[in-house]
């Protein structure tokens, strides 16, 4: 018997749901973007904040030019009724909390794409054994290629020091190696780097507890994704 979408996400801690939002409603958002990025390169005086930026660390870039932009609507146009219904039906009860949305916007061309020195993280400390905190959305506005500086999550990485998965202090370690040895050891501790790349519309679904991090943009593209958090009650 085939897994459910929900037993999928349990084990592995994301779902990705390709073409979840209409191509027409996202292709509106990202043209706001496009509006608003070619009006801060156009302000008056010639001083563009977007130049200031790659004077800036990597992943500091994102916050900045994330901040910059705003797009009315865009919580309302991605955090649907019916994104809100498949988060519970994966928590298993309605979300007592939601955040508001935010964009996650970073410039192209960083550098060159790496596994090293990222930014591994859980926005909330929460066990393993215990019930699922929250989902967290990731949205994907324009068409975002692998290496195009998409949201990086580790699947599998929730469930850290519970019987038959890698010790959380054996997976901070193989995180410091280096980009060769990085992706075979985390292959043999079972656990699996999933890059949000794909179509606009999609949208990836993440148990909070996961680890996940910025990634370089490698590409010519500006990475238009955004991000929203929802809480259960625990
Ligand atoms: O910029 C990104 O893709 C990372 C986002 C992230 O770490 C977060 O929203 O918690």
Request: hydrophobic share 40%.
């Given at each position: 018997m085939n897994a459910s979408p929900t037993d999928l996400f349990v084990d592995q801690g994301y779902l990705r749901l390709?073409?979840?939002?209409?191509?027409?409603?996202?292709?509106?958002?990202?043209?706001?973007?496009?509006?608003?990025?070619?009006?801060?390169?156009?302000?008056?005086?010639?001083?563009?904040?977007?130049?200031?930026?790659?004077?800036?660390?990597?992943?500091?870039?994102?916050?900045?030019?994330?901040?910059?932009?705003?797009?009315?609507?865009?919580?309302?146009?991605?955090?649907?009724?019916?994104?809100?219904?498949?988060?519970?039906q994966l928590?298993?009860?309605?979300?007592?909390?939601?955040?508001?949305?935010?964009?996650?916007?970073?410039?192209?061309?960083?550098?060159?794409?790496?596994?090293?020195?990222?930014?591994?993280?859980?926005?909330?400390?929460?066990?393993?054994?215990?019930?699922?905190?929250?989902?967290?959305?990731?949205?994907?506005?324009?068409?975002?290629?692998?290496?195009?500086?998409?949201?990086?999550?580790?699947a599998g990485?929730h469930?850290?020091?519970?019987?038959?998965?890698?010790?959380?202090?054996?997976?901070?370690?193989?995180?410091?190696?280096?980009?060769?040895?990085?992706?075979?050891?985390?292959?043999?501790?079972?656990?699996g780097?999933v890059?949000?790349?794909?179509?606009?519309?999609?949208?990836f679904l993440m148990d909070?507890?996961?680890?996940?991090?910025?990634?370089?943009?490698?590409?010519?593209?500006?990475?238009?994704?955004?991000?929203?958090?929802?809480?259960?009650?625990?």
């Amino acid at each position: 018997m085939n897994a459910s979408p929900t037993d999928l996400f349990v084990d592995q801690g994301y779902l990705r749901l390709e073409g979840f939002h209409p191509k027409k409603q996202v292709a509106g958002i990202r043209q706001k973007l496009l509006d608003e990025l070619k009006r801060l390169k156009a302000l008056p005086g010639g001083k563009s904040p977007l130049g200031s930026l790659q004077k800036l660390p990597v992943f500091q870039q994102i916050g900045k030019l994330s901040a910059l932009v705003k797009v009315p609507g865009l919580h309302a146009a991605l955090v649907t009724p019916s994104l809100i219904e498949r988060v519970a039906q994966l928590g298993g009860r309605a979300p007592t909390g939601i955040q508001d949305t935010q964009l996650l916007l970073s410039p192209p061309h960083q550098g060159t794409w790496t596994l090293e020195g990222l930014n591994w993280h859980v926005d909330i400390a929460a066990r393993p054994q215990g019930p699922l905190p929250g989902v967290q959305a990731f949205f994907l506005i324009d068409d975002v290629a692998p290496g195009g500086g998409a949201t990086l999550a580790l699947a599998g990485s929730h469930r850290v020091d519970m019987p038959g998965r890698p010790s959380a202090s054996r997976l901070r370690e193989v995180l410091k190696a280096t980009n060769e040895d990085m992706a075979r050891d985390l292959a043999q501790l079972g656990i699996g780097i999933v890059e949000m790349s794909g179509r606009a519309g999609d949208v990836f679904l993440m148990d909070l507890r996961l680890l996940h991090t910025p990634s370089v943009n490698a590409t010519k593209n500006v990475r238009m994704m955004a991000t929203a958090r929802c809480f259960f009650n625990t």
